[in-house]
C-alpha cells in the first residue's frame, strides 16, 4: 500500500514542485501576502495626540507618587497598542488587581489593572523601606495595606488624567469597582479590541512595575478623531454666524413649484381602459393648491393677471404630504 501511495504522490506533483513548495516560506518581493487584521495595533504614529495626553499625565503621576512614597519615583509610558480582548484576560494572573470605573460622557466601562508586586513595593516603601523587590513566588491576595493603597493610587490617577485629558475632552470618573478575579470582569466581548495603555513605575534600584489604563475601542471612538490630530481635534471657526450663513444661502436655493386646481379618483381598471378622446369629470374648483414637490405650501385662487393665467395666493396651508 505504501508503494502505491508514493506513486499517486508522485502523480500530482514533481519533486521539483514538492521542494519548491518547502522552500518557499516568504513571499516573493511585491507578492501579495495574508493580512491578520485581528492583529493589527494601533501605533504611536496613528494616535500622536494620545501620547502627548500620556506624557502630561506622567509628569503629574512621576510628582504626586514621588510625594506619596517620599522619595522620587520614575513614571513612564511603556506601550500602547490594542489586543483582543479575550487575549488580554487570558495573560492576567488570578487573584489580579483590577478596578472598573466608568469615564463620563463616554459610554462603556473601563478598566485599571495594577500589577500586584508593584503595590507591595509601595505599600514597603510608603511606611519607611526603600522599596525593594519582594518576592511573590505564588499568587495570593492583595493585603489590606495593599488595597487602601491602591485605592489612594487610583484617586490621584483619576485626577492625574483628568488634567491630561482636558486638552481634547473634560471627563469624570465614576467610583471604582474592585475586583480580583479577571472572569468576572466583562467590559467587551471576547473579539472586541482594547485599547491598553501601559505605564511602568520605577523605584531608585530598577526596582518597580506597571499598571495599564484599558478602554474598549468602542468606549474612545468618539475621541479618535481629535487623538489623530497633534493639536487635538481642528475646532470650528467661531466667529462664523452659521445660522445666519445658513439662512443666507437657503434663502437662494431655487426650487420648482407647481399649481394644483383640480384632481380626481380613478381606480387602476378605469386608468388602464382610457383610451383618446374620454372625458374625466372634475368638479369646479373653489380654490388651487401652489405646492412644492407633494407638498402644499399655499392656498390660491385661479385668475388671470394680463395676458397669463395666474393665482393669487390666499394665505398659507398646513405643511405635509398632499393626500392621494
Given at each position: 500500500m505504501s508503494n502505491e501511495s508514493d506513486n499517486a504522490a508522485k502523480a500530482l506533483i514533481s519533486e521539483e514542485e514538492a521542494s519548491a513548495l518547502l522552500e518557499r516560506k516568504e513571499p516573493r518581493a511585491g507578492e501579495a501576502r495574508p493580512l491578520d487584521l485581528a492583529k493589527l495595533r494601533i501605533t504611536h504614529g496613528r494616535l500622536p495626540m494620545l501620547e502627548v495626553l500620556?506624557?502630561?499625565?506622567?509628569?503629574?503621576?512621576?510628582?504626586?507618587?514621588?510625594?506619596?512614597?517620599?522619595?522620587?519615583?520614575?513614571?513612564?509610558?511603556?506601550?500602547?497598542?490594542?489586543?483582543?480582548?479575550?487575549?488580554?484576560?487570558?495573560?492576567?494572573?488570578s487573584p489580579?488587581?483590577?478596578?472598573?470605573?466608568?469615564?463620563?460622557?463616554?459610554?462603556?466601562?473601563?478598566?485599571?489593572?495594577?500589577?500586584?508586586?508593584?503595590?507591595?513595593?509601595?505599600?514597603?516603601?510608603?511606611?519607611?523601606?526603600?522599596?525593594?523587590?519582594?518576592?511573590?513566588?505564588?499568587?495570593?491576595?492583595?493585603?489590606?495595606?495593599?488595597?487602601?493603597?491602591?485605592?489612594?493610587?487610583?484617586?490621584?490617577?483619576?485626577?492625574?488624567?483628568?488634567?491630561?485629558?482636558?486638552?481634547?475632552?473634560?471627563?469624570?470618573?465614576?467610583?471604582?469597582?474592585?475586583?480580583?478575579?479577571?472572569?468576572?470582569?466583562?467590559?467587551?466581548?471576547?473579539?472586541?479590541?482594547?485599547?491598553?495603555?501601559?505605564?511602568?513605575?520605577?523605584?531608585?534600584?530598577g526596582t518597580g512595575g506597571t499598571f495599564d489604563f484599558v478602554m474598549p475601542e468602542t468606549m474612545f471612538e468618539p475621541l479618535r478623531e481629535a487623538l489623530r490630530h497633534p493639536g487635538g481635534a481642528p475646532r470650528a471657526d467661531s466667529s462664523v454666524n452659521w445660522p445666519a450663513t445658513l439662512r443666507e444661502h437657503l434663502g437662494e436655493a431655487v426650487v420648482e413649484v407647481r399649481g394644483v386646481l383640480a384632481e380626481t379618483r380613478l381606480s387602476l381598471r378605469e386608468l388602464v381602459a382610457l383610451k383618446p378622446g374620454d372625458v374625466l369629470s372634475i368638479d369646479a374648483p373653489g380654490a388651487a393648491l401652489?405646492?412644492?414637490?407633494?407638498?402644499?405650501?399655499?392656498?390660491?385662487?385661479f385668475g388671470i393677471s394680463g395676458e397669463r393665467n395666474a393665482l393669487k395666493l390666499t394665505g398659507p396651508t398646513p405643511a405635509g404630504p398632499r393626500k392621494g
Open positions: 500620556h506624557q502630561s499625565f506622567i509628569t503629574l503621576q512621576r510628582t504626586a507618587l514621588s510625594t506619596l512614597v517620599k522619595r522620587e519615583v520614575q513614571v513612564s509610558l511603556q506601550k500602547i497598542e490594542t489586543v483582543k480582548c479575550a487575549d488580554y484576560f487570558a495573560a492576567l494572573e489580579a488587581c483590577l478596578d472598573l470605573v466608568g469615564i463620563k460622557p463616554l459610554k462603556g466601562t473601563a478598566l485599571f489593572s495594577m500589577d500586584p508586586a508593584l503595590l507591595d513595593q509601595m505599600v514597603e516603601a510608603y511606611y519607611g523601606g526603600n522599596g525593594r523587590s519582594i518576592a511573590r513566588e505564588t499568587p495570593r491576595a492583595l493585603t489590606p495595606a495593599a488595597q487602601r493603597l491602591g485605592q489612594m493610587l487610583l484617586k490621584q490617577i483619576f485626577a492625574d488624567l483628568k488634567k491630561a485629558w482636558a486638552a481634547v475632552a473634560q471627563i469624570e470618573f465614576d467610583s471604582p469597582r474592585h475586583e480580583s478575579n479577571p472572569q468576572f470582569v466583562n467590559i467587551a466581548s471576547s473579539g472586541d479590541g482594547l485599547l491598553v495603555n501601559r505605564f511602568q513605575v520605577e523605584f531608585p534600584g401652489l405646492c412644492v414637490g407633494s407638498v402644499p405650501v399655499y392656498s390660491a385662487k
